[in-house]
């Protein structure tokens, strides 16, 4: 497989306009990555037919894409995760995250005494049983289950099917609080490991104050605020079933929290006109902006919550505003709130800007695994 030009950094993608593929290749194949003077440069995963057509693995050329690859990448990665000393927090972390940990199109997380993984490639999918044998090497005992992101599966036409001896669920602990974890049929991998820092934090400045969540998910910035001793806590999220699971996640912390199934924009609109204010507000809304063609369309629904949310807040409350959507930029999300606080007619003071956890590190030539941004501000009225 040849590129068309040398690359100019280190980024593992290279889009179908820029390879020159070899007639009949499988799709998600494993390919020697040459440079256009025939320079060996990789190897690396090849999908022909979709836009992102090639992901690099290695830049060694002889490297084999096999159980011992994948089994000292799981071994690097597990080594900064112990060196940031994750395991005194919580029992789970991010041990794979993409790009940034050498392995385009793999997430792998670790629940407890559950691994999940997850593939965002066909090519990654075909290898599920090298990595299978590398989890049980680096791992052992430790129980798996392997699932496909649903919107790659629909653009590079495969499916993940999973063992039927696969976990379906698993409890997790973090920062003294305990999770319910849905691995076959929960969003993503089940449970957002990147907001573990940002529930930490949000929970002291809850101390004492009324607090809504809205799409609290499994409930976890609310039931971290009912735990570091929040006045009054609600949390809102349309997922029936996730509800459910956030009820069940307060008894089994013993906390006191309400949760509601109900739009979070109806909600926040419902607030504003009569009720009573909350103190602090999350907005932890899903992936609003896909890709660069829903960009438009995203950004206006990021202005439209953060509005409707600035004008249900308390004077002088504070709100954590979040983006969990790659293409969405800090200054992009920066510039909807300001567009927010405008027509709401709020003035804002951030104090802090965040994103995810430690174990989700950012590959600093790949700028979209700095996907998640974290906005936290006092909010008075103008």
Same mark, same amino acid.
């Given at each position: 497989?040849q ?8 980024h593992?993608?290279?889009?179908r306009?820029r ?5 009949? &290749?499988a799709? =998600?194949?494993?390919v020697?990555?040459e440079g256009?003077d025939g ?7 090849y ?5 992102? /057509? ?7 050329p002889?490297?084999?894409i096999d159980?011992?690859?994948? /089994?000292?990448?799981f071994?690097?990665? $597990?080594?900064l995760?112990e060196s ?5 927090v919580?029992d ?6 993409s790009?940034?940990d =050498?392995v385009?199109? $793999?997430?792998?997380?670790v629940f407890g005494?559950?691994?999940r993984?997850d593939?965002?490639?066909r090519?990654i ?6 990595i299978?044998? /590398?989890?049980a090497e680096?791992?052992p005992g430790?129980?798996v289950?392997v699932?496909?992101?649903?919107? &790659?599966e629909?653009i ?6 999973g ?6 669920? &698993?409890k997790v602990?973090?920062?003294g609080?305990?999770f319910?974890?849905?691995l076959?049929?929960?969003h993503k991998?089940g449970f957002f ?6 529930r930490?934090d ?5 101390? =004492? ?5 809205i ?6 910035f609310?039931l971290?605020?009912a ?5 009054s806590v609600t949390?809102v999220d349309l997922?029936e079933? /996730?509800i459910?699971t956030a009820k ?7 906390v006191?929290?309400?949760?509601v199934?109900?739009?979070g924009f109806?909600?926040?609109r419902q607030?504003a ?5 909350p ?6 809304p899903p992936k609003?902006?896909r890709?660069?063609?829903?960009k438009?369309d995203g950004m ?5 919550l953060?509005?409707l949310g600035?004008e249900?807040l308390?004077d002088?409350?504070?709100?954590l505003? &979040?983006?969990c959507?790659?293409v969405v930029?800090e200054e992009?999300?920066?510039d909807s709130l300001r567009n927010?606080?405008a ?7 951030v104090f802090?800007f965040? =994103?995810?956890a430690?174990?989700?590190?950012v590959?600093?030539?790949v700028?979209?695994?700095?996907y998640l941004?974290a906005i ?7």
């Amino acid at each position: 497989m040849q590129l068309k030009s040398s690359p100019r950094n280190p980024h593992p993608w290279h889009w179908r306009g820029r390879v020159i593929g070899p007639a009949n &290749c499988a799709e =998600g194949a494993v390919v020697r990555i040459e440079g256009p003077d025939g320079e060996p440069l990789g190897r690396g995963l090849y999908h022909p037919h979709v836009t992102l /057509a090639l992901r690099v693995l290695t830049r060694d050329p002889d490297e084999q894409i096999d159980a011992a690859f994948f /089994a000292r990448r799981f071994r690097s990665a $597990l080594a900064l995760r112990e060196s940031l000393r994750i395991l005194e927090v919580s029992d789970s972390f991010r041990l794979i995250h993409s790009e940034s940990d =050498g392995v385009s199109g $793999l997430m792998v997380d670790v629940f407890g005494k559950v691994i999940r993984v997850d593939a965002f490639a066909r090519g990654i999918a075909m290898l599920e049983a090298p990595i299978r044998e /590398a989890l049980a090497e680096v791992f052992p005992g430790y129980r798996v289950a392997v699932r496909g992101d649903a919107r &790659c599966e629909d653009i590079e036409g495969f499916r993940v099917e999973g063992r039927p001896d696969d976990p379906e669920a &698993c409890k997790v602990t973090e920062n003294g609080v305990r999770f319910h974890v849905d691995l076959r049929t929960g969003h993503k991998t089940g449970f957002f490991l990147d907001q573990r820092d940002n529930r930490r934090d949000l929970a002291a400045l809850a101390k =004492g104050r009324s607090v809504l969540d809205i799409c609290t998910y499994t409930g976890g910035f609310a039931l971290h605020a009912a735990a570091g001793g929040a006045k009054s806590v609600t949390g809102v999220d349309l997922d029936e079933k /996730a509800i459910a699971t956030a009820k069940r996640n307060a008894k089994l912390n013993q906390v006191k929290a309400r949760f509601v199934q109900a739009d979070g924009f109806h909600y926040l609109r419902q607030l504003a006109s009569g009720g009573e204010r909350p103190e602090v507000l999350i907005l932890d809304p899903p992936k609003f902006v896909r890709d660069r063609n829903e960009k438009e369309d995203g950004m206006r629904s990021y202005r439209d919550l953060n509005r409707l949310g600035l004008e249900a807040l308390a004077d002088d409350g504070i709100l954590l505003t &979040c983006s969990c959507s790659g293409v969405v930029s800090e200054e992009d999300l920066l510039d909807s709130l300001r567009n927010a606080a405008a027509r709401a007619g709020r003035q804002l003071n951030v104090f802090r800007f965040s =994103g995810a956890a430690p174990d989700h590190p950012v590959a600093l030539h790949v700028p979209e695994t700095r996907y998640l941004k974290a906005i936290w501000a006092r909010v008075r009225k103008l």
